[in-house]
């Protein structure tokens, strides 16, 4: 395998907070209906939602935004209808450069979000905007980035394994955040990813494996040279870097609405890695934010300030 996406990984001023690169977030920006709801409707019933509210979301949206507020420049890509505005005003306000979004004819993406009495959801998406993505745009959007960038990607865009291959001859450092994970990942060459941020459903479908330390297993195998970060819910979250393997626990608090906690944990850990923050200290800051977010309802509004997180 060529090094070429991990030469940064040598560049001390690139990696330990040196704080030149550029994060580029190439995802999905959705409007989530967020549904209160006794349980999570089963196949064949109908149940009635005790309260409806929209917010601002999407598995890209809502990192970036954890990226800003942690701190981080972040760009954002993708696509929204011509009824995504608000999405754009929604990153703006946090700082997030939206130069790299087109807004094209048709529906922005959204999301149809089920809150249970545990604070449990269930999501279930509509890719709009966020599936008309075109080589063209990859092409024309990694080109104002360079070796030793990051690019972040989840799984809510179409043209990921072409992203992913753009970016890698481009010598960019890759994170993904295999969510959901999909049929469309197969034609990915995750090989070419230097961070892996997922948690144990992800964990499950890529390895087949069900305990988390079996799941590390295999990647430590399958990706020797990546960086994984396994969250595993009320359990916290582990980092693993060949044989290093780091354990944080969760932080306890009063969980409202989990959408979006491992959003802000991924945002949180990428603006750590740019900080040159040393992983166990990183994964603290990380488990800190997104119980934060836990606690709060919605998607990117529950995500905390780096304020808010780094109080003592
Ligand atoms: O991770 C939470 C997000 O997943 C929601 O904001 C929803 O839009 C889906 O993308």
Redesign the pocket.
Known sequence: MSLRGRRWYNNPNKWAGGGFMKVLNYG?L???FVYQVDHITAAGETQASEQRET????????QSIALAKAGAKVFQAGTVGSDGQMLLDELNRYGVDTAFVRMIEGET???V?QVDRNAQ?G?L?FGGANIKQSKEEIDRTLDAFEEGDFLLI?N?INLLDDLIDSAFDRGMCIVCNP??YNKALENCDFSKISVFMLNEVEGFQMTGKKEPGKILDVMAKQFPRAEVVLTLGEEGAVYQKGSVRVKQDCIPVKVVDT?????TFTGYFIAGIIKGMRPADNLKRCAKASSIAVSRKG??PSIPTKDEVDIV
């Open positions: 999905s959705n409007y989530d917010f601002c979301g999407g598995k890209g949206l809502n993406g959204h999301a979000i959801n999501i998406l989840q809510e969510s959901p959408t979006a906690a491992g959003d998607a990117a």
